[in-house]
């Protein structure tokens, strides 16, 4: 492990720390957003869902052209730009006293993240080896949910729900990442790939290209629903917990959720994955869509805080073979030259996160807190709708796999 872990690349590193202290401080504040509108802006769960909604309509919407331009222009230009607007947008969020301007802001959100996650994940692909990208991949999945582990408690504590003082925190982390990426990328200029200008697709033809893709297509619609499923958890959920008349603190409980979540990632990720890596990329996903859509209708059922933690485990045993495995399907789909194409486009799955808050929203305006089945179980069985559709691309990926095994052989 450790001669594997001495051939990351020192960028490579950059990236996972700095997730890591990303998430930590975002999680201190985006979570609680729902529960900081419906208590102090007194906003209705609609308005909520469509608030918080709004920053995964905006990734959506860009998450192919952040990908798409990175490949074109570089990986460089485009994380710099997008890592330092994202700090300026956090400082939006401290200082916002309207509901309208926390729409903006999470508008503006969504856009940054839709253009720097998927560029950052292209280039730790770009510059590491085919055989530590498995660990790589997970290692940044680690650094997300490690930072996650504190950052809910971390903001609970400071009264995110409450205030909008921690986002100040996140957008000056946010400018110390940037300044780190930018001494990164200076001391590490002659090691990075150049952008493919002569080769990488023109956007037509990407998004012809990804569209005619037998495989692609039925992941991006089936891990759509599993995305669908798994945006609940941070906006439905939290205003479920705010609100029901069953649980006494949700805002609290709600923020031990979140870490509870985290913790178990980095208890089970590591032997998950080992567990699964030799199954068709496929199964985990499938496996994974199961274990969410049978946790959102437990959360439904749930009555006591022993149901609840036992509802966030299997969220999070699906979660993690859901997003562990993603980024390497993607990463075996791609072609080098359309890698930023591909991880860009398959944001376009975020849809399920942009339906999510406001189907949570009308469903609780409609049913209530107090009728937890009512609320989770359209919810539960809308997200395993995404099974058929992974099934159908288990068995084009298998075919493909087959007709390039002997090509691969007699080179």
């Not at 920053?55 to 730009?81: N, T």
């Not at 292209?122 to 055989?131: E, G, H, N, R, V």
């Not at 945006?231 to 609290?252: D, M, V």
């Amino acid at each position: 492990m450790k001669q594997y872990l001495r051939q990351i690349h020192p960028l490579a590193w950059t990236i996972i720390i700095g997730t890591m202290f990303g998430r930590l401080v975002t999680s201190m504040s985006i979570p609680f957003l729902s529960i900081y509108l419906t208590r102090v802006l007194e906003a209705t769960p609609t308005q909520t869902g469509i608030t918080v909604a709004v920053s995964s309509l905006a990734g959506v919407m860009v998450s192919f052209y952040g990908g798409y331009i990175s490949d074109r222009i570089g990986r460089k230009i485009v994380m710099l730009i997008s890592v330092f607007s994202w700090a300026g947008v956090f400082f939006i969020f401290s200082a916002a006293e309207h509901l309208w301007v926390f729409f903006v802001a999470n508008t503006l959100n969504g856009l940054c993240r839709a253009v720097f996650e998927p560029t950052s994940r292209a280039l730790l692909s770009d510059i590491t080896s085919p055989q530590n990208k498995l660990l790589v991949f997970n290692l940044r999945y680690a650094a997300i949910n490690l930072g996650v582990v504190f950052g809910p408690i971390i903001g609970f504590q400071l009264g995110s729900s409450e205030s909008t003082f921690p986002f100040v925190i996140s957008g000056l982390v946010y400018i110390a990442y940037g300044f780190v990426l930018f001494l990164q990328f200076k001391l590490q200029h002659a090691n990075l790939p150049e952008p493919h200008q002569a080769t990488a697709p023109r956007l037509r033809e990407a998004l012809m290209t990804t569209g005619r893709d037998r495989v692609f297509l039925p992941v991006l619609i089936g891990t759509t629903f599993c995305v669908l499923g798994y945006g609940h958890f941070s906006s439905t959920l939290a205003q479920y917990l705010a609100r029901s008349p069953i649980f006494e603190n949700g805002s609290q409980m709600f923020s031990y959720m979140l870490s509870l979540n985290a913790v178990t990632v980095l208890i089970i990720q590591y032997p998950l994955v080992r567990t699964f890596r030799n199954f068709p990329p496929l199964v985990p996903l499938i496996v994974g869509n199961l274990l969410v859509a049978t946790s959102l209708m437990m959360f439904g059922i749930a009555e006591g805080v022993l149901m609840m933690m036992v509802s966030v485990i299997l969220f999070t045993i699906g979660e993690v073979l859901l997003f562990t495995m993603m980024d390497m399907l993607i990463d075996r789909i791609a072609k080098p030259e359309w890698k930023g194409t591909y991880f860009g486009t398959i944001g376009f799955n975020n849809i399920g996160s942009v339906i999510a808050p406001v189907m949570g929203g009308l469903l609780l305006s409609q049913f209530g807190a107090e009728n937890g089945l009512a609320v989770f179980v359209p919810i539960a069985l809308t997200t395993a709708l995404g099974v058929p559709f992974l099934l159908i691309a288990h068995r084009r990926f298998v075919v493909r796999e087959k007709q390039t095994e002997p090509t691969s052989l007699s080179m």
